[in-house]
């Protein structure tokens, strides 16, 4: 139980463009995901809480209008990157918490790997 | 405002020796406590978890952990590490108020095991 899809796992994309990742909770429902950016060989940074049926919640430096996130369902979850840059190039994973429990576990995805040219 | 320490960034071991991985915390109340494993490439995976009770949790793949408050520790054990173990371990302290619960992740410790 409690696995986490993510699509696609690569992406490899020109600048300027925008790009789309899913995130979706298979075998449970999720009122919360989480969006995590991670550098080579750094820790994973919070960008965003995803709360369904409303805004997301964006840690302090993450431009929201850059990173759109939407929660329309209680299983899926996603994070478009518009206008991409070489910058935004970075491993995204997202997390998500069962609606079930009380309590704080966050079940992750296996990532997806940007690369902007 | 919570975080956490992972002291060590790289640790190497013989297969079949015991691992220890330390991590430390600051929360001001009881924390909710987290050990994850990445692979290469790979998202995270759950290895154990501490909410409350007995101090000492089990978790999957043989690992444990003991929670220390006297310490503010929770660090990850194993009596025999193996090879496929090799790979980057991440503690987390997540917020116990039945919210968003966010977590603050640690730097990680990369293992690796020699033969």
């Known amino acids: 139980g409690a696995v986490v899809s993510q699509h696609p796992s690569r992406v490899i994309c020109k600048s300027g463009t925008s790009v789309k990742i899913e995130c979706r909770s298979l075998?449970?429902?999720?009122?919360?995901m989480f969006w995590y950016r991670q550098f080579p060989k750094k820790s994973l940074m919070l960008m965003a809480t995803?709360?369904?049926?409303?805004?997301?919640?964006?840690e302090q430096g993450v431009e929201k209008d850059k990173f759109l996130i939407n929660h329309a369902s209680l299983t899926l979850s996603t994070l478009t990157v518009t206008s991409a840059h070489p910058e935004d190039s970075s491993f995204y994973i997202c997390?998500?918490?069962?609606?079930?429990?009380?309590?704080?576990?966050?079940?992750f995805g296996p990532g997806t790997r940007l690369t902007v040219l | 405002a919570q975080s956490v320490t992972q002291p060590d960034i790289h640790i190497t071991v013989s297969e079949g020796a015991s691992l220890e991985l330390r991590c430390n915390y600051s929360?001001?109340?009881?924390?909710?406590l987290f050990w994850y494993v990445q692979s290469p490439g790979q998202g995270l995976q759950l290895l154990l978890k501490y909410f409350s009770g007995d101090t000492l949790v089990q978790g999957i793949k043989g690992f444990e952990a003991e929670f220390k408050r006297s310490q503010s520790s929770f660090n990850l054990r194993k009596p025999s590490v193996h090879w496929s173990d090799a790979a980057e371990y991440f503690c987390a302290v997540g917020q116990n108020t039945g919210t968003a619960s966010k977590l603050t992740f640690g730097t990680g410790t990369r293992l690796q095991v020699t033969l």
């Open positions: 997390s998500a918490r069962d609606h079930g429990l009380a309590s704080a576990t966050q079940y």
């Open positions: 995803s709360n369904e049926g409303s805004k997301a919640t964006y």
């Open positions: 075998d449970f429902q999720a009122t919360t």
């Open positions: 929360y001001g109340a009881t924390p909710y």
